[in-house]
């Protein structure tokens, strides 16, 4: 069965150096879902070589030209361009770690190679939103994405949230009237910011979400934990302690 070439779109997850010239890419691509391609010669000094590399940043959204085999797990790339230059994701310190902490969470969410349209887009539209926000947005945008992104893995919390059910249970992902019997939930202004979040439709609006650094970590833990309980090996997110100390 002979590679096929198609069009498609890809945002960069991760880059991994690959004999003296070449990388390993694994890129979320708008057709196919998560795949790995080889890309050869983007590491030279050489004219044809210079600057290649930079396109393959984690969050870089590129227009790609790809072979495309389902036997392989490592394809080709033909031919790749930048299909959106950001503003100020990769030269802001805070953008480019949020940014960072959403690739991280596709990464260890992602985990078979189907294509999920749907998700490619609201992916795609976040890091767009994230590129243009302002200081309140980009802080509160990791809360907003990390809960939002659950609607497509079929674990969404159920906004049941009011004054009776007003204790967050992680592992059943909805609001109860007592405090569970295990130590995985939320209770008091945790639970109620959560329910707030999760009306958010556009991410301008986490504009009127006044949190201190101490709200949201203890959101950002909890999340996280939310995540570890519905995704086997999901593991510790490596890119929290860094995402803390750049909006703290």
């Not at 078979?112 to 349209?117: K, S, T």
Request: proline residues 3%.
């Amino acid at each position: 069965m002979p590679d096929k070439l198609y069009k498609t779109k890809g945002i960069v997850l991760r880059a991994v150096k690959y004999g003296e010239t070449s990388l390993v890419v694994t890129i979320f691509t708008e057709l196919f879902g998560v795949q790995s391609y080889l890309v050869n010669g983007v590491r030279t000094s050489s004219k044809k070589g210079t600057g290649k590399a930079a396109l393959f940043q984690p969050s870089a959204m590129l227009d790609l030209v790809v072979y495309h085999n389902e036997l392989k797990n490592l394809n080709r790339i033909k031919e790749f361009r930048w299909g959106y230059i950001y503003q100020h994701i990769l030269s802001d310190v805070r953008k480019n770690a949020v940014a960072l902490f959403m690739v991280e969470l596709l990464l260890k969410s992602l985990k078979q190679p189907e294509a999920n349209a749907d998700l490619f887009h609201f992916t795609e539209d976040s890091f767009l939103h994230l590129d243009e926000s302002n200081h309140t947005v980009t802080a509160n945008f990791p809360l907003f994405f990390s809960l939002h992104l659950t609607h497509f893995f079929g674990f969404r919390i159920d906004d049941n949230y009011n004054s009776v059910n007003s204790f967050l249970d992680l592992q059943e992902g909805s609001f109860v009237k007592q405090q569970p019997d295990h130590p995985h939930f939320l209770e008091g202004r945790a639970a109620e910011i959560t329910s707030q979040i999760l009306k958010v439709m556009q991410p301008e609006e986490l504009e009127t979400l006044k949190l201190n650094h101490d709200s949201r970590r203890i959101l950002l833990n909890a999340y996280e934990n939310f995540y570890a309980l519905h995704i086997q090996d999901f593991g510790i997110m490596k890119t929290l302690p860094v995402l803390r100390e750049v909006l703290g």
